[in-house]
């Protein structure tokens, strides 16, 4: 099946004219943030992305969506449900799954939402930071029809320090909906 899923997915990039950058990270577990996330088309684009190299990174959908049939569905497509009465928060809920793992890669776009938003969460931080995990940085960007890794960027504590750098590695990406990528 995995063999099937690359196929697919790399056949996929090759119709729409896409191109691969980058590496994969050859690490257990990581949070990987994805930018520009102005659609919701975007998940097609990233599990495309994800089939075509192998990966299966986890993401957070709110507990109230695992119901049946819709549970099984989104679970196979790595959904965590999220909690938000967890006792700690969710920061603490995931960095407790990531400790339970021996390997996890969380995909989080830290905008929030596909709305223009110069405002970007700060939950993929403080996770790898309670998880005592790397932050990767990956990108779909429609401009230069490419997808891929940027590399690791490493915190250094100061959050609106680290945010307004990460920020700078998408200038001049853009989304699927023009305008509404915006990091300033």
Same mark, same amino acid.
């Given at each position: ?8 997915? $790399? ?12 590496? =994969?990270?050859? =690490?257990?577990?990581?949070?990987? =943030? ?7 088309? !975007? ?6 992305? @994800? ?10 959908? $709110? ?8 549970? *099984? ?9 999220? @909690? ?29 939402? *596909?709305?223009? @938003?110069? /405002? ?11 998880? /005592? =995990? ?6 779909? &960007? ?15 504590? /100061?959050? &609106?320090? !680290? ?20 990091? !300033?």
């Amino acid at each position: 099946m995995a063999s099937f899923k690359k196929f697919i997915g $790399k056949t996929f990039f090759k119709i729409i004219g896409w191109k691969f950058a980058g590496e =994969v990270p050859d =690490v257990p577990k990581y949070v990987c =943030v994805l930018a520009p996330h102005t659609s919701i088309w !975007d998940m097609v684009w990233g599990k495309m992305y @994800n089939w075509a190299v192998g990966m299966e990174p986890k993401i957070m959908v $709110k507990k109230e969506f695992f119901f049946f049939p819709m549970d *099984r569905l989104i679970s196979r497509w790595g959904a965590i449900p999220i @909690n938000r009465q967890y006792p700690g928060g969710i920061v603490k809920q995931i960095a407790d799954e990531f400790k339970k793992a021996d390997k996890m890669i969380l995909a989080i776009t830290p905008e929030g939402t *596909r709305a223009p @938003n110069p /405002n970007w969460k700060s939950g993929f931080y403080r996770i790898a930071l309670e998880a /005592n =995990v790397p932050i990767y940085l990956t990108f779909s &960007d429609f401009k230069s029809k490419s997808a891929g890794f940027i590399g690791e960027f490493k915190p250094s504590g /100061n959050f &609106d320090k !680290d945010i307004q750098a990460i920020k700078e590695h998408y200038r001049g990406m853009e989304g699927l909906h023009k305008g509404k990528f915006v990091i !300033d």
